[in-house]
């Protein structure tokens, strides 16, 4: 199955500040996606990466506060703007293939 | 709308003593089916998968799981917990095609007593 490299691990974020998420997957796949895991919580889908157009948010989460990026099949990018304490939570994205589904090691986000 | 429900929150069992978390799921056709673990601070990883087929699935660690189409539910079981299975656990429901993602339950903590 892929593997998919996420960076950073960890970040403390001053409040009204933005940080930019990356994913990298191994090989080539059909879909990515990124959830959010508040403390505590289970996953919760953001927003479906598509390559080349503009990401799929899901109700409550809108372009201008995660704006994702994916240029290629390998890649994408998801930024939290304006961060406030309540977007601390572990971020991860996922890459869809033939194999099933795999996941990032997670991002997680506090900010203070 | 699809949901998965796993209603045990935490369940603390003895090491070497065997183990059953509970999954069910609201769909109207058969879904693929996921249980992940994640330890403290780690990611996600695949413990096993249903798509079709044979109803008893195996995986990785020891685990399985059990498909029962008429309870909708997609258990997972293991005979002998080692400490080291201590983690919270995500069952899963993917609808494939178009709507790729996956939908996942509250998930249960496992505690794991000497």
């Known amino acids: 199955s892929a593997v998919i490299s996420q960076k950073p691990s960890r970040d403390i974020c001053q409040r009204g500040t933005s940080l930019t998420i990356q994913c990298q997957v191994d090989s080539q796949v059909t879909m990515m996606f990124w959830y959010r895991q508040q403390p505590g919580q289970s996953l919760t889908l953001i927003a479906t990466?598509?390559?080349?157009?503009?990401?799929?948010?899901e109700s409550g989460f809108v372009i201008d506060k995660f704006p994702i990026s994916r240029p290629n099949l390998t890649f994408s990018t998801l930024t939290v703007s304006n961060m406030s304490p309540e977007d601390s939570s572990i971020y991860l994205c996922?890459?869809?293939?033939?194999?099933?589904?795999?996941f990032g090691s997670g991002t997680r986000l506090t900010v203070v | 709308a699809q949901s998965v429900t796993q209603p045990d929150i935490h369940i603390t069992v003895s090491e070497g003593a065997s183990l059953e978390l509970r999954c069910n799921y609201s769909?109207?056709?058969?879904?693929?089916l996921f249980w992940y673990v994640q330890s403290p601070g780690q990611g996600l990883q695949l413990l096993l998968k249903y798509f079709s087929g044979d109803t008893l699935v195996q995986g990785i660690k020891g685990f399985e799981a059990e498909f029962k189409r008429s309870q909708s539910s997609f258990n997972l079981r293991k005979p002998s917990v080692h400490w080291s299975d201590a983690a919270e656990y995500f069952c899963?429901?993917?609808?494939?095609?178009?709507?790729?993602?996956?939908?996942f339950g509250k998930g249960t903590k496992l505690s794991v007593k000497p």
């Open positions: 990466a598509n390559q080349g157009s503009e990401a799929t948010y």
């Open positions: 899963a429901v993917g609808l494939g095609g178009s709507q790729g993602n996956l939908i």
């Open positions: 769909y109207g056709a058969t879904p693929y």
């Open positions: 996922s890459g869809q293939g033939d194999y099933g589904y795999t």
